[in-house]
């Protein structure tokens, strides 16, 4: 996998254990009442869809292995562009259903092409920043 793609998909997995970790222990009627947690998901889900749209950009048959990307780089388009519109309960549905599966897809996809670091596997960084 070109570096390019794994730097990407790193920032996805980084961006997707950031939000498990903004919030664990709550349900959507705290995540609604937690501005400062909502602005944090929304600015992770930004980093998913376009770091997703930027890899599948570089390397097509990603589509094929993250059946859910195209969703995510939507929902990314409706944070950024429709931020006036983005529904709490979406947000949260998409945290709870389609985040996890994401999360294991690609840290199985980085395990499997040996782009996954040893300190990635447990790390709650929230991304490949440092």
């Not at 919030?23 to 995540?31: E, P, V, W």
Request: with cysteine; aromatic share 4%; net charge negative.
């Amino acid at each position: 996998m070109p570096n390019a793609t794994t730097k990407r998909l790193l920032d996805v997995l980084g961006a997707c254990r950031a939000i498990r970790s903004f919030t664990a222990g709550l349900d959507l009627a705290a995540y609604e009442r937690n501005l400062l947690v909502r602005s944090a998901v929304e600015r992770q889900l930004e980093i998913i869809g376009e770091a997703l749209n930027l890899a599948s950009a570089a390397d097509a048959s990603l589509g094929s292995t993250l059946p859910n990307l195209r969703r995510f780089v939507a929902v990314r388009n409706r944070v950024i562009h429709g931020y006036d519109t983005v529904d709490d309960a979406i947000v949260w549905d998409v945290v709870e259903t389609r985040l996890p599966d994401l999360e294991r897809e690609v840290t199985v996809l980085l395990a499997s092409t040996g782009d996954l670091p040893n300190d990635r596997l447990d790390s709650d960084d929230g991304g490949s920043r440092r």
